[in-house]
């Protein structure tokens, strides 16, 4: 009986997702068309097109980004699902600072009003929350409730999500080669040690392995200064689908794409 239950489940589950059948069909067609031993391990999203979103559907800034936040909890369980280890999502740039102070006072809410309610969810799923760039401009209240997060990881971690915030490439490589010159002068290493890895030790991402996969949403086809030095040798997929109508489907879509390409890295 429960088998049969678990498969009336998993032949119908989308059905309740897409009111086409069409996308049906295109849903369980990528689902079994993917390889679980060619999943990559690290993905990161450039998440374009919350605001045209919001313009396309006539909707106010508030509820395009709240439907953006929306997706990224719909992109982690898919993560999850797929058995990916770390997924890096590019939440907020050091340009974005730049955005009118509306914007900006909308972006705030949305990030401790989420972080709040992401929380005992995060945790119950073994969801680990880390960070890279320069929080030193975030409030208070922002940094805190991000230390929360940080903590509050369940020990059984199956899924690293890293969030991009305050992040640039450029801010993140020119604050570690300040940091590495220092070491330097302090005779901490030799200009012989002066390697990649050692730049590597430096960067914000030290911890992580470089992504196997970058995804950018919304047609535009360019890095936006995210991740420079780590995308060195990822596959890069670009997909017109602006970032709010980012689903399972898109995701499935990006990682069958992955898959099919001959994966060198130079060699």
Same mark, same amino acid.
């Given at each position: ?100 102070? #509306? /914007?900006?006072? %909308?972006?705030? $809410? *949305?990030?401790?009003? &989420? @972080? ?78 002066? #390697? /990649?890895?050692? %730049?590597?030790? $430096? *960067?914000?991402?030290? &911890? @992580? ?59």
């Amino acid at each position: 009986m429960k088998k049969r239950v678990g498969f009336l489940l998993i032949f119908f589950y989308p059905l309740f997702i897409f009111a086409n059948p069409l996308k049906c069909y295109e849903f369980l067609e990528s689902k079994i068309l993917i390889d679980q031993e060619k999943i990559p391990k690290h993905v990161a999203i450039i998440m374009d097109g919350n605001r045209r979103w919001g313009a396309v559907n006539n909707t106010s800034l508030y509820e395009a980004y709240q439907n953006g936040a929306n997706a990224i909890s719909k992109t982690i369980d898919t993560a999850l699902d797929l058995g990916i280890e770390t997924l890096s999502v590019f939440a907020f740039s050091t340009e974005n600072w730049q955005r009118s102070e #509306t /914007e900006l006072s %909308i972006l705030m $809410y *949305l990030f401790e009003s &989420n @972080f709040l309610q992401a929380k005992d969810e995060l945790f119950e799923k073994g969801v680990k929350i880390e960070t890279i760039g320069n929080l030193e401009k975030f409030p208070q209240n922002i940094k805190d409730y991000l230390e929360i997060l940080k903590k509050s990881s369940n020990k059984e971690t199956k899924l690293t999500v890293v969030l991009a915030l305050s992040y640039g490439g450029r801010d993140e490589i020119k604050r570690a080669l300040f940091n590495l010159l220092e070491d330097y002068d302090k005779n901490n290493f030799e200009k012989e040690n002066f #390697t /990649e890895d050692l %730049i590597s030790s $430096y *960067l914000d991402t030290k &911890n @992580f392995k470089d992504p196997d996969l970058l995804i950018r949403t919304s047609g535009e086809m360019r890095l936006s200064n995210f991740m420079l030095w780590q995308l060195s040798y990822s596959e890069l997929y670009f997909t017109d689908v602006l970032w709010p109508d980012f689903n399972e489907l898109e995701f499935l879509k990006a990682i069958q794409n992955y898959q099919q390409r001959t994966i060198r890295k130079g060699k």
